[in-house]
Every structure is written in C-alpha cells, then in structure tokens.
C-alpha cells in the first residue's frame, strides 16, 4: 500500500474500533493501538496498524513526508456539535459567581447573564466579531477541533 503521508512513533492510537487488528482490549470501545502509526494516501486514512509493521506494509510515495508523533496520542479530530462562536463580551467573572454559590437569577439582577452578552454583541463592530470567532476557532483547533457547528 502507498502512501503520501506517514505519521508515526505516536504511543498509542486511537481507532475507535474494538475489532481493528492488533487493537487492545483494554480499554474498552477505543481501539487502542500502543506504539503505533498511521498512514494516509490523497487525504484520506490509508492504513492504521503498529509502527514495526509500517515498513512491511506500506511504502512512501516519491514526495510523501514523514511526520514523527515523537510518542504523543493519534486519535480522530473532536466534533463540537453547537458553540457559540460569535459574540462579544466575556462572562467569566459570572462563572466564578456561579462556582461560589450565586444563583443566575442574581447574576441577571445585577446585568449579568445572556443579556449582557447580547449587549457586548450588539455593540462591537463586524472586524471585531470576525477576529474574535477567528481567533476562538483557531484555539479549538490547536485543542483538537476539526469540526464545529455554530
């Protein structure tokens, strides 16, 4: 099998399936590979398995790269279902109030909750909203993102 891509030396990867070959058992539903590598030909997954069998099975296209995981986790991208990424203000002081105890009813009393985001919203500019969402979307990928909805 060729491939164009070749990641490797990663300490474990996870395939989400428990039946893949040379899966552990344990722990359970992650398909876990120890010591293993992935390969991958014209942008699509080619071939998953450990990386003393990577040589044997498949072979580097001409200009393919190699990638070393230098021990760290190969695991498929999260998906964030719905996230709020557009939007101005910044609410954690309420979350500090709500860890201590503050109920959200009070947190709104005082002009806090969604209300005050809406506001914070309403009132920066369309630059700002953009390099905000950009800059929050950049972060959830750098975090394991691939995916988002919002």
């Known amino acids: 099998m060729q491939a164009d891509l070749v990641i490797r030396n990663a300490s474990q990867v996870l395939t989400l399936d428990p039946g893949h070959r040379g899966a552990d058992p344990e722990p359970a539903g992650l398909g876990l590979i120890r ?13 998953v398995g450990r990386d003393a ?9 001409p200009a393919g790269r190699v990638i070393d995981a230098g021990g760290g986790v190969i695991m498929p ?7 709020h ?4 203000g910044d609410r954690r002081e309420e979350l500090r109030r709500r ?6 009813a009070e947190i709104a009393a005082s002009g806090g ?9 309403r009132a920066a500019s369309e630059d700002d909203l ?14 394991g993102t ?4 919002a």
């Not at 010591?35 to 071939?47: E, H, K, N, P, Y």
């Not at 069998?53 to 296209?61: I, K, N, R």
């Not at 991208?77 to 996230?83: E, I, K, Q, S």
């Open 35 to 47: 010591d293993g590598a992935v390969a991958v030909m014209s942008r699509s997954i080619s071939w």
């Open 53 to 61: 069998d990577l040589e044997a099975e498949v072979s580097l296209t």
């Open 77 to 83: 991208g999260l998906v964030d279902p719905h996230t």
């Open 85 to 88: 990424v557009v939007f101005a």
């Open 99 to 104: 860890l201590a105890g503050a109920s959200y």
């Open 113 to 121: 909750g969604i209300v005050s985001t809406v506001r914070a919203t």
């Open 130 to 143: 953009v390099e905000s969402a950009a800059d929050r979307l950049a972060e959830m990928l750098r975090c």
């Open 146 to 149: 691939t995916t988002a909805e």
